[in-house]
């Protein structure tokens, strides 16, 4: 059974950064893909940023490109969200989520398990 656990998530101040991380089990992950999500207060979920778990390619949502870096240790299941220059917008509960079916365009809306979110609050 995968799981996915975030932590990391915690108030800031606009323009600082904050690190997210997500323990990852149950699975050697290979094929798969994992990312980020986020839910802002009174909005859908959306997708943030993906990456293919072994080859590495990634694909960052428009509004956080050049400002949020994922990365992952393979070696410990761990995914990372380096965030800088936050900003308010950014607000939100933050969601590791992977897929088993692979990297593709469905890594944006098709996610097959999900962690329970970690809440980022940035301050204007």
């Known amino acids: 059974q995968v799981q996915l656990v975030e932590s990391g998530g915690g108030l800031v101040q606009a323009g600082g950064s904050l690190k997210l991380s997500c323990a990852a089990s149950?699975?050697?992950?290979?094929?798969?893909?994992i990312g980020w999500f986020r839910q802002a207060p009174g909005k859908e979920r959306e997708f943030t940023v993906a990456?293919?778990?072994?080859?590495?390619?990634?694909v960052y949502a428009d509004s956080v490109k050049g400002r949020f870096t994922i990365s992952r240790d393979i070696a410990k299941n761990t995914l990372y969200l380096q965030m800088n220059s936050l900003k308010p917008e950014d607000t939100a509960v933050y969601y590791c989520?992977?897929?088993?079916?692979?990297?593709?365009?469905?890594?944006?809306?098709?996610?097959?398990?999900w962690g329970k979110g970690t809440l980022v609050t940035v301050s204007s």
């Open positions: 989520a992977a897929t088993s079916k692979g990297w593709g365009p469905h890594v944006m809306t098709d996610m097959d398990y």
């Open positions: 990456v293919n778990w072994m080859g590495g390619s990634t």
């Open positions: 149950g699975s050697t992950f290979r094929g798969y893909a």
